[in-house]
């Protein structure tokens, strides 16, 4: 199995930058991609960003220009660099990742617990 621990939500003024980690653990042969996902209260979970396992990314148009994803594979870490923020970025962050496990065959989907981003206005 692959536990993913995220870090680093909090209560922000708009305008102001937040930095979140995931940290992937566990019987992990190998991490895909992996994304952070957003869910503001009363919607749907949102994609907000994703990163290839090499250093191809892509964004949701709500974010795009504020955020940027970055991951260090030697930590299998993946960041969140939220700058400029704004109240409709109050949600809870979840990362996700794709991964092959030892001793299971197949790719699957692994999520975070998530943190919550507050941003006052």
């Known amino acids: 199995q692959v536990q993913l621990v995220e870090s680093g939500g909090g209560l922000v003024q708009a305008g102001g930058s937040l930095r979140l980690s995931c940290a992937a653990s566990g019987s992990i042969f190998s991490i895909g991609a992996m994304a952070w996902y957003r869910q503001a209260p009363g919607k749907q979970r949102e994609l907000v960003a994703v990163?290839?396992?090499?250093?191809?990314?892509n964004y949701a148009d709500s974010v795009k220009g504020r955020f940027t994803i970055s991951r260090d594979n030697a930590k299998n870490t993946v960041y969140l660099q939220m700058n400029s923020l704004k109240p409709e970025d109050t949600a809870v962050y979840y990362c996700?990742?794709?991964?092959?496990?030892?001793?299971?065959?197949?790719?699957?989907?692994?999520w975070g617990q998530g943190t919550q981003v507050t941003v006052s206005s």
């Open positions: 996700n990742a794709k991964a092959i496990v030892i001793g299971r065959v197949g790719e699957y989907d692994y």
């Open positions: 990163i290839s396992s090499g250093t191809s990314t």
